[in-house]
């Protein structure tokens, strides 16, 4: 009894762990069959690809400068502080010296005490007469030495004459030894008073020499005291402006002391910063940038004011560490004659001053060939697409210089660019050897091909979307295949007429 009651239970066991499992999965099978099985893809062939339709451009030949813009402020061209060159009261002060006024080249500003430096004039021009007074009677001096010279030279030659007969004499025994001793004796002392005059005459001459010294000295003094005079009246160096006044009339000022500051009105510079790229067409191997014209803009007032200036040279030397660019001056000759750009005779001019942020824009001539085309037509990576034989070719470029929405490329990089069509209409998918049409005028984008492309405008085939059967959706994974069957089960429902 016990085994059969085994036996009924190892059965129910196998049964409910083996059949049950599969009884379960053949009826989801056997369901999902019923529901609708999910048609076979009908493969369609892909059609050729459709080309498609572009514009293109024309490049253009650069015939004209090359024009750099960058920005900038206005500086004076020189501002100098005038100095006192003597000591003295300041005993005249022009009401011109003011911060602000504007004086004239050689216009007196300060005049200081000049007593003693018209005194000190006044003794070296004396020392200098004085000592001309003693080179004339040196002069004289010398003359009469030179007189008594030659006396004496013809005493001492009569004596020696003399001597001479008495010795004749005395070999006939008509004159003595001791009148020949004599004659002797005045010899010499006619020789000695000779080489006295002799000896004068020779002091003369370092004589002559110190007083010419001391004419020279005297005289560099009487210049300098007349140079102290001039010193005394400061004036303007150039027409300018006063920028600082650092004296009053009354006050006492020493050499060396600053009186005021003025600026050159002249002309003017602005300082302004060239990017690296723009440095290949300005650098020609030295450090000398060449003296290119310029064209300084200020907006004032909603109105555009021009001046004409030239790169006058670089502000230091190199490229600046903190912002990559090489600082620059550029020299504007006449900042007072500001003209409109809209050429208005009418309107008034305007003065370039200091502290003025203004646009500067270089014209530069080219040093290589440029072809000028559209920004918008530089593609990414530096690239043009080329139309050629109706397929995109994708061509690497250099590109100069970049400005107001136009680029200028080397022609070395690309050659025959100018007898190249680029493409100028976006194109999706873009790829090297892609089929391209020319769209005629007045064609709207995406018309004219053979068929629709789709996921874009690049040929490609289009794609399908996956169908299943009348009424049921196609098998799927994950939330698309749900999403399927559910809808599938809801109209089964409706068609039996019970409930979802």
Not at 70 to 98: C, F, M
Not at 458 to 469: A, L, M, Q, V
């Given at each position: 009894m016990s085994q059969q009651r085994t036996s009924n239970f190892s059965l129910a066991e196998f049964l409910l762990r083996w059949i049950a499992p599969l009884l379960v999965l053949s009826a989801a099978v056997a369901a999902v069959w019923m529901l609708g099985a999910p048609e076979k893809r009908q493969k369609k062939k892909a059609s050729a690809p459709a080309a498609v339709a572009v514009s293109v451009i024309r490049p253009e030949a650069n015939t004209g400068p090359l024009?750099?813009?960058?920005?900038?402020?206005?500086?004076?061209?020189?501002?100098?502080?005038?100095?006192?060159?003597?000591?003295?009261?300041?005993?005249?002060?022009?009401?011109?010296?003011?911060?602000?006024?504007?004086?004239?080249?050689?216009?007196?500003?300060?005049?200081?005490?000049a007593t003693d430096y018209d005194l000190q004039v006044q003794q070296w021009t004396s020392e200098v007469a004085k000592v001309g007074h003693e080179l004339t009677r040196l002069a004289i001096d010398r003359a009469n030495t030179q007189q008594l010279v030659d006396v004496g030279a013809d005493v001492v030659a009569v004596r020696k004459r003399l001597i001479g007969r008495l010795e004749k004499l005395r070999n006939v025994s008509?004159?003595?030894?001791?009148?020949?001793?004599?004659?002797?004796?005045?010899?010499?002392?006619?020789?000695?008073?000779?080489?006295?005059?002799?000896?004068?005459?020779?002091?003369?001459?370092?004589?002559?020499?110190?007083?010419?010294?001391?004419?020279?000295?005297?005289?560099?003094?009487?210049?300098?005291?007349?140079?102290?005079?001039?010193?005394?009246?400061?004036?303007?160096?150039?027409?300018?402006?006063?920028?600082?006044n650092h004296v009053e009339q009354n006050s006492y000022i020493e050499a060396g002391d600053p009186v005021a500051t003025i600026e050159d009105t002249s002309q003017i510079e602005v300082r302004a910063s060239l990017r690296r790229e723009d440095l290949a067409f300005l650098q020609g191997g030295t450090y000398e940038l060449p003296q290119v014209p310029v064209t300084v803009r200020y907006d004032h007032a909603g109105q555009l004011y021009c001046w004409?200036?030239?790169?006058?040279?670089?502000?230091?030397?190199?490229?600046?560490?903190?912002?990559?660019?090489?600082?620059?001056?550029?020299?504007?000759?006449?900042?007072?004659?500001?003209?409109?750009?809209?050429d208005d005779s009418a309107a008034p001019s305007l003065t370039l001053l200091r502290g003025m942020f203004v646009e500067v824009e270089l014209h530069c001539p080219p040093r290589q060939p440029l072809v000028r085309v559209p920004e918008s037509v530089i593609r990414p990576g530096k690239n043009l697409w080329i139309l050629r034989d109706g397929r995109l070719h994708i061509e690497p470029i250099r590109i100069a210089h970049v400005s107001d929405g136009t680029a200028l490329i080397d022609s070395d990089s690309l050659p025959d660019l100018l007898q190249q069509q680029i493409i100028s209409t976006p194109v999706s998918h873009a790829r090297e050897g892609l089929t391209v049409s020319l769209r005629?005028?007045?064609?709207?984008?995406?018309?004219?091909?053979?068929?629709?492309?789709?996921?874009?405008?690049?040929?490609?085939?289009?794609?399908?979307?996956?169908?299943?059967?009348?009424?049921?959706?196609?098998?799927?994974?994950?939330k698309g295949a749900s999403g399927g069957t559910g809808r599938n089960r809801a109209q089964r429902a409706a068609d039996e007429g019970g409930p979802s």
């Open positions: 024009s750099l813009t960058t920005s900038g402020v206005a500086i004076p061209y020189r501002e100098v502080v005038l100095a006192a060159r003597v000591d003295g009261e300041v005993v005249e002060k022009s009401e011109s010296l003011s911060p602000g006024h504007v004086v004239q080249q050689d216009q007196l500003l300060v005049r200081i005490d008509a004159a003595s030894l001791s009148e020949q001793d004599i004659a002797e004796l005045a010899r010499l002392t006619a020789q000695q008073q000779l080489t006295v005059q002799q000896n004068a005459l020779n002091t003369f001459e370092t004589q002559q020499q110190t007083l010419n010294t001391t004419l020279e000295l005297a005289k560099l003094q009487l210049r300098q005291a007349r140079t102290n005079l001039e010193r005394t009246t400061i004036r303007a160096p150039f027409s300018g402006v006063v920028i600082a004409s200036g030239s790169l006058s040279r670089q502000d230091g030397l190199g490229i600046d560490e903190r912002t990559r660019t090489m600082p620059v001056r550029i020299r504007v000759p006449e900042p007072t004659h500001g003209r409109p750009a809209c005629e005028p007045g064609q709207k984008r995406g018309a004219g091909r053979p068929g629709k492309a789709a996921e874009g405008s690049d040929g490609d085939p289009p794609r399908e979307k996956p169908r299943g059967k009348p009424g049921g959706g196609g098998r799927g994974k994950g």
